[in-house]
């Protein structure tokens, strides 16, 4: 499953109506630790169609990272029945994300 560019517009839609669980990525173009856990992001998403996987360009959508408190990123948003469940700050291996998830 490929990995959906959250915004205002659509942030309602993709995860707080969502009925399976979603993954969202906080991230920036400018952060090289964010660019490190992109890939990993994307091939989890790959491998776990029974979630569904976001990114929110925080220097784009500056109104999600303020609603959920994001003050550090690459910071991983899990949601379950529209509400935020688990948080993971920094890069993760794939193992740890895998925990994650679960």
Not at 28 to 44: D, F, N, T
Request: overall charge negative; charged content about 20%.
């Amino acid at each position: 499953m490929a990995v959906t560019n959250i915004n205002l517009e659509n942030f309602d839609q993709q995860v707080a109506q969502s009925s399976a669980p979603v993954l969202v990525d906080f991230w920036a173009a400018w952060c090289g630790p964010c660019s490190m856990l992109s890939p990993v992001v994307e091939e989890l998403a790959q491998e776990h169609p029974e979630i569904a996987f976001g990114k929110v360009n925080v220097d784009e959508v500056p109104e999600l990272a303020q609603r959920y408190q994001i003050s550090a990123i690459p910071t991983l948003l899990l949601f379950r029945d529209g509400k935020p469940v688990d948080m993971s700050v920094g890069v993760k291996s794939k193992k740890e994300l895998e925990a994650f998830l679960k």
